[in-house]
Nanobody
Framework: QVQLLESGGGLVQAGGSLRLSCVASGGTFSRFAMGWFRQAPGKEREFVAVISWSGTHYADSVKGRFTISRDNAKNTVYLQMNSLKPEDTAVYYC???????????????WGQGTQVTVSS
């Protein structure tokens, strides 16, 4: 059973930066595609970014501002978020999939989420 634990969320002013981390345990981390998703109040969960051996892919809304990376030696995936906007406010989740995909249903394992709040 893979367990994922996110950290790094918080309150930041618009234009600021945060770096989220997600540490995995209980599985072979390098085999997974790792994704970040977010869910704002009253909205559906949405794809943010994914990274695997195939490369990286971003939602249009974060392209050029967010960067996903991973350190397989540390079983950790990161999401560097720059130029944050109030509309980035959400709970951010990391997830692990056996496929390189943007579809949340194809992610087998999920973290508990970390809150990111961007004030205007």
């Amino acid at each position: 059973q893979v367990q994922l634990l996110e950290s790094g969320g918080g309150l930041v002013q618009a234009g600021g930066s945060l770096r989220l981390s997600c540490v995995a345990s209980g599985g072979t981390f390098s085999r997974f595609a790792m994704g970040w998703f977010r869910q704002a109040p009253g909205k559906e969960r949405e794809f943010v970014a994914v990274i695997s051996w195939s490369g990286t892919h971003y939602a249009d809304s974060v392209k050029g501002r967010f960067t996903i990376s991973r350190d397989n030696a540390k079983n950790t995936v990161y999401l560097q978020m720059n130029s944050l906007k109030p509309e980035d406010t959400a709970v951010y989740y990391c997830a692990a999939s056996y496929q390189y995909t943007v579809t949340s249903d194809r992610y087998a394992y999920w973290g508990q989420g970390t809150q990111v709040t961007v004030s205007s």
